[in-house]
Antibody, heavy 117, light 111 residues
Framework: QVQLVQSGAEVKKPGSSVKVSCEAS????????IHWVRQAPGQGLEWMGR????????GYSVNFKGRMTITADKFTSTIFMELSRLTSDDTATYYC??????????WGQGAKVTVSS | QSALTQPPSASGSPGQSVTISCSGT?????????VSWYQHHPGDAPKLLIY???KRPSGVPDRFSGSRSGNTASLTVSGLQTEDEAFYYC???????????FGGGTKLTVL
């Protein structure tokens, strides 16, 4: 079964970094793109960035460029999203999602990240 | 503040139709035919309903339809069912700085 399975919830201190993983099984890795989208409490969805796992090409929203890094491990079909210099505004549920350049047809279950001192 | 503007709420009775709008600019909705719509039940992962403005992925009922006119896209849900009660988000390609932008979401209530 094609699915994206994300790592668990994290609690981080302000100023630190978080690394969220997204394991693609059943062929989800292949030639698709993997995107990262987040949702802060009570807020809407926000696109963060994307990668093409087979060649490692990445693209980031201008809102996250410089403090977000997406990497992929082709051997384990796992994509990682690292966000640095965390603030309380980064408290959110982070989703990975498979798709083409413009739409996302398969989503992970989400990983809740809480930034608190 | 979201890049695309959606009404915060919409409602309808079972069997009725409801249309949700998504307003953008010529730099996103009006400039590219890459509007998508997602259904999100809180606690679950979002689900793709419409892509490229009016295309439905396999398995999505034809009660869901998408359209675009100028800088505004719309999602119409016909024959409302109780399970349609959810949040609905539009998104659009927005060029090489933001790539993809979302609307703020619309909470659909089936009365």
């Amino acid at each position: 079964q094609v699915q994206l399975v994300q790592s668990g919830a994290e609690v981080k201190k302000p100023g630190s970094s978080v690394k969220v993983s997204c394991e693609a099984s059943g062929g989800a890795f292949s030639s698709n793109l993997i995107h990262w989208v987040r949702q802060a409490p009570g807020q809407g969805l926000e696109w963060m960035g994307r990668t093409i796992p087979i060649n490692g090409i990445t693209g980031y929203s201008v809102n996250f460029k410089g403090r977000m890094t997406i990497t992929a491990d082709k051997f384990t079909s796992t994509i990682f999203m690292e966000l640095s210099r965390l603030t309380s505004d980064d408290t959110a549920t982070y989703y990975c999602a498979r798709g083409d350049f413009y739409s996302f047809d398969l989503w992970g279950q989400g990983a809740k990240v809480t930034v608190s001192s | 503040q979201s890049a695309l503007t959606q009404p915060p709420s919409a409602s309808g009775s079972p069997g009725q139709s409801v249309t949700i709008s998504c307003s953008g600019t010529s730099s996103d909705v009006g400039g590219y035919n890459y509007v998508s719509w997602y259904q999100h039940h809180p606690g679950d992962a979002p689900k793709l309903l419409i892509y490229e403005g009016d295309k439905r992925p396999s398995g999505v009922p034809d009660r869901f339809s998408g359209s675009r006119s100028g800088n505004t896209a719309s999602l119409t849900v016909s024959g409302l069912q109780t399970e349609d009660e959810a949040f609905y988000y539009c998104s659009s390609y927005a060029g090489s700085d933001y790539y993809v932008v979302f609307g703020g979401g619309t909470k659909l209530t089936v009365l």
